[in-house]
């Protein structure tokens, strides 16, 4: 039923995967950056690449090596080719055409956002089309109808910062760390979320976008105040913006008529009180509630190989070109 070999390195993850049409992950290698990016306090493209370029080519050597399989077993080579940090998504492509022009194999170049959002199909056999998905993490804030393979449709994002990005933000404003997002829930357990009066941008608006950057300015206002204790500012931080993304994924579903579930993607998802208020909004709504497990969210190569196995499945499929181009931007 097909082996894809998929390749991620758009953002500050080296990555690769072995996935086959029955759901198996064969074998998936993640080198992280975050030693190399902790001292900026955040991800320098510059030095993404360049880790990128020296990871790539034995990372993806160590995954064939894992499943005890060579290049000549795959059925294609599927790598992201956007959108991202312009550096490493080139690293990541040319070396799927190489591989593939070697090989003489077809290539697949995948969306990034099309990676996440059928990720969840990996993990849940029984997840169908259509799902409303909402995909938060460090770079991208979006709810997605998807209704298939190739037809997604984007119904919301952010006009300013992505969620992960807020709470980022925040926790270098709480002095808490990189990356920031685990640091913020974590002290936030232990606050007092009444605590403060933070806003809550675009709550109730007929507008269907996501906003987060007033908030990440009252989190600096209140913490230059000096008078609120981290955990208490953590703790109002967390439940304003889960007020926010739950108030918009509400109005996104009373717009999405006939959806099967509702599906959440990207590195925030593994939030537990962002989970558990997601839950509880989909059963509100009668609908299940699909949260990937926490290695399949984050950014990884196995939802990139599993988009080229739903790519290949379709009738009519057609390699993409070696000349294709990387793309910085390329909305789904
Ligand atoms: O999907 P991801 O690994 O990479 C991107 O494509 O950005 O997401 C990383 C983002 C970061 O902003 C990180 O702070 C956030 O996800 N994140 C969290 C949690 N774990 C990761 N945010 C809130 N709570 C968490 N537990
Ligand atoms: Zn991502």
Known sequence: MG???????????TAA???????????????????????????????????????????????????GLALRDVDAVAATAGPGLIGGVMVGLVTAKALAMAADKPLIAINHLEGHALSPRLADPTLRFPYLLLLVSGGHCQILRVDGVGRY??????IDDAL?????????????????????????????AAKLKLPRPLLGSAEPHFSFAGLKSAVLRAHDANIHAPADIAASFQQAAIDCVIDRTHRALADADGVMALVV????????????ALEALAAQHGLPFVAPPLALCTDNAAM?????????ALPGFVPDPLDLAARPRWPL
């Open 164 to 192: 992960g990005e807020a709470f980022d933000k925040t926790a270098k404003i709480l002095g808490l760390g990189f990356p920031g997002g685990p640091a913020v829930e974590r002290i936030a357990a232990t606050g007092d």
């Open 3 to 13: 082996l894809v070999l998929g390749i991620e390195s758009s953002c500050d993850e």
């Open 304 to 312: 990139i190989a599993w988009a080229g196995i739903e790519r290949l």
């Open 265 to 276: 993607a990207g590195g925030v998802a593994a939030n537990r009180s962002v989970r558990a």
């Open 17 to 67: 995967a072995l996935v086959d049409g029955d759901r198996r992950i064969i074998a998936q290698r993640i080198a992280s950056q975050d030693d190399a990016h902790r001292p900026y306090g955040g991800v320098v493209p510059e030095i993404a690449a360049r880790a990128h370029s020296e990871r790539l080519t034995p990372l993806i050597a160590a995954t064939l090596a894992d499943a």
């Open 153 to 158: 449709r984007r119904l919301a994002t952010t």
